[in-house]
Antibody, heavy 116, light 107 residues
Framework: QVQLVESGGGLVKPGGSLRLSCAASGLTFSDSYMSWIRQAPGKGLEWVSSISSNGVTKSYADSVKGRFTISRDNAKKSLSLQMNSLRAEDTAVYYC?????????WGRGTLVTVSS | DIQMTQSPSSLSASVGDRVTITCRASQSIRNYLNWYQQKPGKAPKLLIF???SLQSGVPSRFSGSGSGTDFTLTIRSLQPEDFATYFCQQTYITPPFTFGPGTKVDF
């Protein structure tokens, strides 16, 4: 069955950096558009970034543009999110999800806490 | 950017009730509207895509309707496992793929 497993979350100081990863299995990763979605504690869902199956087309929410970079390695079936210049408002659970015009498979998420 | 609203923000219901949640887009999104269910501490789960298509494995008591700017999620006969928060989401043309603020369904 499809499994998406996020890792790399943790506690980081404001202004710091963190790299999230998402390991995929049970799907044809190289054919899959992928996304990151986040959820601040007790809040709703916020789309963060998406990347096309070949890695060429990338899109970002305005709130993270210029600070976050999405990438993928199809050979390793891995999705990444490099997060720089982190702010307190970036504190959230970050989910990766397969994207087909909807998000049909989700990981369990990884918690990022930005605090001094 | 397209903004999404939902109503109500929360509702109290009982097992067996018919529940209706409304989602509205700030401009026409045709039928590019999805519904998700989320339980505490869990990832969201896709219920309905393209406004009215039931995701595989989702019980038939869930249904979606609407097009343009106004959409509805209906739960025909609420079951104990349906107490959760429901989010709508638009995926019309290009990002950002905005979500509604959510509707919490509880006792």
């Amino acid at each position: 069955q499809v499994q998406l497993v996020e890792s790399g979350g943790g506690l980081v100081k404001p202004g710091g950096s963190l790299r999230l990863s998402c390991a995929a299995s049970g799907l044809t990763f190289s054919d899959s558009y992928m996304s990151w979605i986040r959820q601040a504690p007790g809040k709703g869902l916020e789309w963060v970034s998406s990347i096309s199956s070949n890695g060429v087309t990338k899109s970002y929410a305005d709130s993270v543009k210029g600070r976050f970079t999405i990438s993928r390695d199809n050979a390793k079936k891995s999705l990444s999110l490099q997060m720089n210049s982190l702010r307190a408002e970036d504190t959230a659970v970050y989910y990766c999800a397969r994207t087909k015009g909807f998000f049909d498979y989700w990981g369990r998420g990884t918690l990022v806490t930005v605090s001094s | 950017d397209i903004q999404m609203t939902q109503s109500p923000s929360s509702l109290s219901a009982s097992v067996g009730d018919r529940v209706t949640i409304t989602c509205r887009a700030s401009q026409s999104i045709r039928n590019y509207l999805n519904w998700y269910q989320q339980k505490p501490g869990k990832a969201p789960k896709l219920l309905i895509f393209r406004a009215s298509s039931l995701q595989s494995g989702v019980p038939s008591r869930f249904s979606g309707s609407g097009s343009g700017t106004d959409f509805t999620l209906t739960i025909r006969s609420l079951q104990p496992e349906d107490f959760a928060t429901y989010f709508c989401q638009q995926t019309y043309i290009t990002p950002p793929f905005t979500f509604g603020p959510g509707t919490k369904v509880d006792f």
